[in-house]
């Protein structure tokens, strides 16, 4: 996969170097380009933000350095191969999840476009959403200084479920938000050696050996804590998920 960032704050990207994605950029996985956005100013100050038209607080990102940007990248790509999906982050976005880390994941080339300020002027998202398949993501439910953080966030979750990432394909396959039997629980507790640690054990049923008692208790851990830390997804999820024994806890 490519991934291509456009942003005043290459520096703020640098984690990309480290960990998971720095070994799937070092291994091949993933191509991962850096661009400064003042690259493609042409004032003495590389401005890129300019007052809002109507007025108000803030400043809005000028639309021409991102056109100019955005051309030269998607440019780039190899002629008769697939566009790049365009990611744009901001707080007004839909909700990054778990499936859309999926569906972005088995995408060939995205391009993210990070802001600062008051976010990008409205004309370049109509300008290449005419062109591109162009997502308007938020991370959550605050405000961040800009999308240089939702980008390492994103990327982080798409490229570990990228083919040969993790060691092993079935290392998702618990995760919470994961699709399957467990698709709308959280994940439980997990427990390492020692046995006893300042007098504190493990649960029994895990030192059994008894399979379908451990899927079992796991699967129990995972509502419990489901339903103390996401009620919402309880209430979201098919009832035939759950049992007797579940409305008991
Ligand atoms: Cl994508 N950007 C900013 N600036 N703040 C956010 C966000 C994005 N997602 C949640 N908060």
């Known amino acids: 996969m490519r991934i291509d960032v456009v942003t005043i704050f290459p520096e703020y990207l640098?984690?990309?170097?480290?960990?998971l994605v720095g070994k799937a950029r070092a291994r091949g996985l993933l191509d991962v380009r850096l661009h400064d956005l003042r690259e493609w100013t042409h004032d003495k100050h590389n401005t890129v933000d300019d007052t809002p038209y109507g007025g108000g607080p803030g400043m809005v990102m000028k639309p021409d350095p991102w056109g100019e940007a955005l051309d030269a990248v998607i440019g780039s790509?190899?002629?008769?191969?697939?566009?790049?999906?365009l990611v744009v982050p901001t707080p007004s976005g839909r909700p990054f999840t778990q499936?859309?880390?999926?569906?972005?994941s088995e995408k060939p080339w995205l391009v993210f476009t990070p802001a600062r300020y008051?976010?990008?002027?409205?004309?370049?998202?109509?300008?290449y959403g005419d062109r591109l398949d162009v997502r308007e993501v938020s991370i959550g439910d605050y405000v961040l200084a800009g999308g240089e953080a939702p980008v390492l966030v994103m990327v982080e979750a798409v490229a570990r479920l990228l083919p040969g990432v993790l060691g092993n394909a079935e290392s998702h396959r618990d995760d919470s938000f994961a699709p399957g039997a467990m698709a709308d629980l959280l994940e439980?507790?997990?427990?390492?050696?020692?046995?006893?640690?300042?007098?504190?054990?493990?649960?029994?049923?895990?030192?059994?050996?008894?399979?379908?008692?451990?899927?079992?208790?796991?699967?129990?851990e995972a509502f419990r804590r489901t339903v103390r830390n996401r009620p919402d997804l309880i209430e979201r999820a098919d009832p035939a998920a759950f049992d007797k024994k579940d409305r008991e806890i």
């Open 14 to 19: 640098e984690p990309l170097n480290v960990s």
């Open 77 to 85: 790509g190899v002629q008769g191969e697939e566009p790049p999906v």
């Open 99 to 104: 499936e859309l880390a999926v569906e972005l």
């Open 118 to 127: 008051e976010g990008i002027d409205r004309r370049v998202i109509e300008e």
């Open 188 to 220: 439980g507790p997990v427990y390492t050696k020692p046995p006893e640690w300042r007098g504190r054990g493990i649960p029994d049923v895990l030192l059994s050996g008894h399979h379908g008692k451990i899927a079992r208790w796991r699967r129990d």
